[in-house]
């Protein structure tokens, strides 16, 4: 037989319920069922949707019972539940990196930062008096360094279970579609997430090796998270993954590159340096150029890229 929840449990998820319930939109109890679970408090739907009935009777929210699920928010008059530790600072933050991290957070984070997510909408709101602070969202953008492409189309179902592998090092079973459309099934084990431009790659090693390799996610047909954890191997780093080129078709191999590049074209390279040791020599119409760099397929696109401006490209061991 079950166990009744105490009072301080039934205040708690009375406080997770209040903070979620957002001002400008409804949410269903289904809906706040899969954010508080995501958040690991597990209660049944039937006691979330009490509780709602509950708080509409005690506090300023409305219930759109016009159909099912109802949807419940708060009323336009109300400011909400305050969170007073999340400060007009803390909201802009909030809000910035919902807009700009959220393909590299969990899912199930995500979900469970919903209800602060709406915090601070609300406390950026314009109609408030966080005006400042409100413009800066406006004020600030990530801007394409190259011709900008819109990001391939990826499953919600893949990525949630990519990402909720990947946070509980879980082992993963994809369907993957190479470049070349050859579908294959394997399990993996998922070590990382990496934005590059508008696509996302998972870097995981399939089972049986011990390399790794980067999927990309937009060509994973279907992903199932299994029950079976692993233990995270320590001598892999992300970043030293990306320092090694690996995501520009590199090997981590190390070079001395040398070339020379015509004058305009070449500017840039005396303010954002290709490495700590580069060398400049400067001539009439050009610069001569020489750094250490990973060599890759992406240093060639790199370089093809200016055409006749750049010429005598060496490379050494």
Not at 74 to 80: F, I, P, T
Request: glycine share 6%; charged share 25%.
């Amino acid at each position: 037989m079950a166990t009744r929840p105490n009072n301080l449990d039934t205040v708690k998820l009375t406080l997770e319920i209040l903070k979620r319930i957002p001002r400008n939109r409804v949410i269903s109890a289904p809906e706040l069922h899969q954010q508080l679970l995501a958040a690991g408090i597990d209660r049944s739907r039937r006691t979330i949707e009490r509780q709602l009935e509950a708080l509409v009777d005690q506090f300023d929210i409305e219930c759109d019972s016009r159909s099912k699920p109802y949807g419940y928010r708060w009323k336009s008059h109300s400011k909400g539940l305050s969170l007073p530790t999340l400060t007009e600072q803390e909201s802009l933050l909030l809000a910035l990196a919902q807009q700009y991290l959220q393909n590299l957070l969990p899912a199930s984070v995500m979900k469970s930062m919903d209800g602060f997510f709406q915090q601070a909408r609300s406390n950026l709101d314009p109609y408030t008096n966080t005006k400042l602070e409100g413009e800066w969202l406006a004020k600030v953008r990530v801007v394409n360094e190259s011709q900008p492409l819109l990001p391939p189309a990826i499953s919600a179902d893949v990525f949630d279970a990519v990402s909720t592998a990947l946070y509980q090092n879980h082992w993963l079973t994809v369907d993957y579609k190479n470049a070349a459309g050859k579908q294959s099934e394997r399990n993996v084990m998922p070590l990382g997430l990496a934005q590059q431009g508008p696509r996302l790659y998972l870097v995981c090693r399939y089972e049986g090796f011990d390399n790794e390799r980067s999927l990309a996610i937009h060509r994973i047909t279907r992903a199932t998270v299994s029950g079976i954890s692993f233990k995270r191997p320590t001598e892999f780093s992300l970043q030293k993954y990306d320092d090694d080129g690996r995501f520009g078709f590199g090997e981590g191999q190390y070079i001395k590159l040398s070339f020379c590049i015509a004058k305009p074209a070449g500017q840039h390279l005396l303010e954002t340096l290709l490495a700590k040791d580069q060398k400049v020599v400067e001539h009439d119409d050009y610069y001569a150029i020489t750094a250490t760099v990973i060599d890759s397929a992406r240093l060639d696109w790199w370089l093809n890229g200016f055409g006749e401006q750049v010429w005598d490209v060496k490379k050494n061991s």
